[in-house]
């Protein structure tokens, strides 16, 4: 089994910036198999959205919300996807989860999510 854990939400006043991290963990996988990782959020009251996503070969989809402010990367060599958030807005306040799909296994996997707070 496949364990994603999410690092780095926290506290931050409008306008600063957060970088998550997401960490893939396992008895035996290769994180080059999850041709799809990304970031959703979910704030209180609403529904689980995407926020980005990124292939293994480095094309990248954003949420017209964060398109401009956030930036999607992904290591493979340390089975870790990041989401660099500048820019932050009190709308950005959620919990963001990591989720890495491998298609050739039909699994997709997801972390427990890490909050952000956005607020002064």
């Known amino acids: 089994q496949v364990q994603l854990v999410e690092s780095g939400g926290g506290l931050v006043q409008p306008g600063g910036s957060l970088r998550l991290s997401c960490a893939a963990s396992?008895?035996?996988?290769?994180?080059?198999?999850?041709?799809?990782t990304g970031w959703y959020r979910q704030a209180p009251g609403k529904q689980r959205e995407l926020v980005a996503t990124i292939t293994n070969g480095g094309i990248t989809n954003y949420a017209d919300s964060v398109r401009g402010r956030f930036t999607i990367s992904r290591d493979n060599a340390e089975n870790t996807v990041y989401l660099q958030m500048n820019s932050l807005k009190p709308e950005d306040t959620a919990v963001y989860y990591c989720n890495a799909r491998d298609p050739r296994n039909a699994l997709t996997y997801w972390g427990t999510g890490t909050l952000v707070t956005v607020s002064s």
């Open positions: 396992g008895s035996a996988f290769s994180f080059y198999s999850f041709y799809v």
